[in-house]
């Protein structure tokens, strides 16, 4: 039995010797560096404390900076913004009498600071520090320095600038949510939530540079809908809990009242069966099960009410989108008509203008062709005007000839009278014609112009054969017979 005692007893301690090899192994890269620089923390207080002052007096700021030197370019990832809220520290008890310029030169070998704020009443204060990178080396090696009889006390500065988003759909990447929270002022800090294997678990943070951006993306999302993708539904923006998941809470900061030392009478233990820790520890346990299973139950009902709401989302954006599709196939049926009609206004209008233009030509042609005649029938007048007609010659023929006959007959009557009274009157001589120097001629051998002169033969050959049947009117003859009703003119 001793044996087997012994066994178990060296099992357990193998067991234990391996757990702690493998929680060694899982401790994380900064943990380790922690504790190294922890370490080299307490080695320099070591090395400066023989060197301290007699008298009990704490080492001043200058001498705590001495003989430490840190490259500041290996904690500068490539990329990274700078002076955020991220890297803000709280520096608490610090003596009263400490100034800003004294803080500044004891985070000075950790990069210029940005930012250096001290509340002297209140014994705090606020100090802002390149990255975050060197924040927590600061953080690290300055907390519990003691300075002037205080020990400090440092601690990352609460984001008051920090929102959670929930509800993020599948396919939503840092720099999406990056971009689509920008409107509200400059973002620090845009990070989706993964779990282990990397999936996206819906949540999300935002870090604004300052609290205006904060709270007007907080009012804006609560009275509007945010969409980041095509699916329609939005995200909700709350203010982020503020937690400390590095450093915890330390013996050394709970406060050591009466309820302190009374929770602490009895150390850690399980609860014996049948002992009243034990029959309420049981009734605990039962609550927090009945809890639970409350839980799974809101959990399985707004899952299901999830799946409802995307069910009847997909139906609802097909029957969208088919409106959408009647919409605008009525729309271009109306565009498609308003053109036609557009397009027959304009057959209209061309039709109306050739019509026009065909009455304007029309009317065109028959004004120069009502010109035309006008200059034809002005030709024709100005024609007559040199040349009479035919009947307007034939009448000033006529008179030429009658003319012509009567002078002939009146002639011959003179000459007659004249022999007559020159046989009575003697020694009384009448001129001839001959004697005047004209050619006598008799009423026989007087002829005509000659028809070709005017172009008209014919009607002027019938008044010459007028002209010489018809004798000339005389004016009669010495002693004829007038009439009864006739008297004589000469």
């Not at 080396?137 to 907390?143: P, Q, S, T, V």
């Not at 709270?215 to 995200?235: H, I």
């Not at 709350?238 to 937690?243: I, L, R, T």
Request: proline residues 6%; glycine residues 8%; contains cysteine.
């Amino acid at each position: 039995m001793e044996n087997r005692d012994d066994r178990r007893e060296k099992g357990k301690k193998m067991m234990q010797g391996n757990r702690g090899f493998r929680m060694d192994q899982q401790n994380h890269t900064p943990r380790k560096h922690q504790q190294q620089q922890h370490q080299q923390h307490q080695q320099q207080q070591e090395e400066m404390e023989p060197h301290s002052p007699s008298n009990g007096q704490q080492p001043s700021i200058a001498s705590v900076n001495e003989g430490l030197t840190i490259d500041l370019t290996n904690f500068r990832k490539p990329g990274e913004k700078t002076y955020t809220q991220r890297s803000r520290l709280f520096v608490g008890n610090l003596p009263p009498d400490i100034t800003e310029e004294e803080l500044r030169k004891m985070f000075e070998k950790y990069g210029k600071p940005g930012e250096v704020f001290i509340h002297k009443d209140k014994g705090f204060g606020f100090i802002r520090l390149e990255t975050r990178t060197l924040a927590e080396i600061a953080k690290a090696e300055l907390d519990n320095l003691p300075i002037r009889g205080k020990q400090l006390r440092v601690r990352f500065a609460c984001h008051s600038a920090a929102l959670t988003i929930r509800n993020l759909p599948q396919f939503v990447s840092n720099e999406l949510l990056e971009e689509a929270f920008c409107m509200f002022g400059q973002v620090e800090r845009a990070v989706v939530i993964v779990d282990d294997r990397g999936r996206a678990t819906g949540k999300g943070i935002i870090e604004f540079a300052g609290k205006p951006a904060a709270r007007k993306a907080l009012d804006r999302c609560a009275d509007g809908s945010l969409l980041l993708t095509t699916f329609p539904r939005p995200v909700l923006v709350e203010p982020m809990d503020q937690y400390d998941d590095e450093e915890g809470l330390p013996e050394k900061l709970i406060p050591k009242n009466q309820m302190y030392h009374k929770e602490r009478e009895q150390p850690p233990r399980f609860a014996q069966p049948g002992s009243f820790e034990y029959e309420y520890a049981m009734r605990w346990k039962a609550l927090i099960d009945m809890e639970k299973q409350q839980q799974q139950q809101v959990d399985r009902n707004i899952q299901e009410a999830r799946e409802k709401m995307e069910v009847e989302m997909e139906a609802a954006r097909h029957e969208h989108q088919v409106m959408l599709m009647r919409q605008d196939l009525m729309r271009r049926q109306e565009e498609l008509r308003r053109m036609e009609e557009l397009h027959n206004q304009e057959v209209q209008k061309r039709k109306q203008i050739e019509l026009r233009q065909e009455e304007d030509r029309r009317r065109r042609e028959e004004e120069a062709r009502r010109q035309q005649e006008e200059m034809i029938r002005r030709q024709q007048e100005g024609f007559k005007g040199s040349f009479p007609d035919s009947r307007e010659q034939e009448m000033r023929m006529g008179q030429m000839n009658m003319g012509g006959s009567m002078a002939l007959n009146n002639r011959a009557s003179m000459a007659n009278a004249n022999v007559q009274a020159s046989s009575n009157v003697p020694g009384t001589i009448m001129p001839d014609s001959t004697a005047m120097g004209m050619p006598h001629r008799d009423s026989s051998e007087m002829t005509p112009p000659p028809a070709d002169r005017f172009g008209q033969s014919s009607s002027i050959e019938g008044l010459g054969t007028m002209g010489a049947n018809q004798p000339g009117f005389t004016r009669g003859a010495p002693g004829a017979d007038f009439g009864p009703n006739k008297r004589r003119r000469y």
